[in-house]
């Protein structure tokens, strides 16, 4: 059965830092990862998806790696705004087409 | 496209009542996924169908909750009756290809069973 685990589950950080949120997974079969944003009372937002036959995927400020073989994806915020604060889940699909949730990383970047 | 479109955004009703959620899924999405999120569980996967057919509802908690897909636009899900520990926040979600493409959320039901 696959796990997904998210490590910190809370960070908080002053602005301008650049920072790093984990993802491992206990299955390394997977069709890809996903990293998304929520925002309190809201729903998901996809940020980057990584296919499981690439390394990494950049968009912005935000790079996502993923690495299959260790089970494990970091999801790097260059440069941390206010507006990064929102809480972030990654996720894994393997061959059952399951999206599996990890637990989220809440961030708070405060000015 | 508007995107995913769930209503109600927010239900307060009382044990025992019915609860129907409705989502309608991007035109041209042939997945439809039914998640439920709470503080202590986080994102759980209820059922999902593929080109309007349930292909895996094991997530579905008991037989009180049931879902439907009509059509390629619109999905209910149901809870008949509803108690306390259903309360929660859920999400609809769609994606033209689970393998390859994203999934995209809808911006929940809020509900709150008394």
């Known amino acids: 059965k696959q796990e997904v685990t998210q490590i910190p589950a809370a960070l908080s950080v002053p602005e301008g830092e650049n920072l790093v949120l984990n993802c491992s997974f206990t299955?390394?079969?997977?069709?890809?990862l996903q990293w998304f944003r929520q925002d309190p009372g809201k729903g998901l937002t996809s940020l980057l998806l990584?296919?499981?036959?690439?390394r990494e995927q950049t968009s912005g400020r935000l790079n996502a790696s993923l690495d299959k073989s260790s089970g494990r994806s970091t999801l790097y915020i260059a440069a941390s705004q206010p507006g990064d604060s929102a809480t972030y889940l990654c996720?894994?699909?393997?061959?059952?087409?399951?999206?599996?949730f990890g637990t989220g990383t809440r961030l708070q970047v405060f000015p | 496209d508007a995107g995913v479109i769930q209503s109600p955004r927010h239900e307060v009703t009382e044990m025992g009542q019915e609860v129907t959620l409705r989502c309608k899924p991007i035109?041209?999405?042939?997945?439809l996924f039914w998640y439920r999120q709470t503080m202590m569980r986080g994102l759980e996967l209820l059922i999902y169908?593929?080109?309007?057919?349930?292909?895996?509802d094991s997530g579905m908690p008991e037989d009180r909750f049931s879902a439907k897909m009509p059509n390629a636009s619109f999905s209910t899900l149901k809870i008949q009756p509803s108690e306390p520990r259903d309360s929660a926040v859920y999400f609809c979600?769609?994606?033209?290809?689970?393998?390859?493409?994203?999934?995209?959320f809808g911006e929940g039901s809020r509900l709150t069973v008394l």
């Open positions: 299955d390394s079969a997977i069709y890809n």
């Open positions: 990584i296919q499981s036959s690439q």
């Open positions: 996720a894994v699909i393997s061959n059952t087409d399951k999206l599996i």
């Open positions: 979600a769609s994606s033209p290809d689970v393998n390859t493409g994203e999934l995209f």
């Open positions: 035109s041209g999405h042939d997945y």
């Open positions: 169908f593929n080109n309007n057919v349930p292909i895996d």
